[in-house]
């Protein structure tokens, strides 16, 4: 539990005392009409044109704040990688794997839990790729 809302990286990051890379943010966009989780290292942005040729989808646009809510249940600045009322489809930034522990969103803005990127991995049925540009 935090005592101030983290809704972005760098404030969980500042937070916990950690580098930014080691937040695993929770991303959720909107990719032929279904919800898409994209659980990205703090340090990354996504890149959603060329996410979307790598893992073979038409487009990759982000998710409304009510998309959002709707597939996960939760709200933005928030989004547990797990927890929802059905399972997403999701793909984790391969860059998360270079920490020993990282530390993702528990379905509200004050709180967070660390994992790896193994367990990381176990909990979504994950799909591991590179999610920035190049």
Known sequence: MLPDAAST??????????DVGAIAN???????DEPLLVMTSGAHRVDTT???ERIG???IQRATPEQVREATGQAIGGVAPTGHPRPLT???DEHLAAYPQ?????????????????ELLRLTGGTVSKVDAG
């Open 9 to 18: 990286a760098p404030l969980a990051a500042a937070a916990l005392g950690i």
């Open 26 to 32: 929770s991303l959720v966009f909107w990719s032929d």
């Open 50 to 52: 060329a996410l979307a």
């Open 57 to 59: 989808r038409t487009r």
């Open 90 to 92: 999701t793909i984790v």
């Open 102 to 118: 990282i530390w993702a969103a528990a379905g509200t803005p004050h709180t967070v839990f660390p994992l790896t990127f193994d």
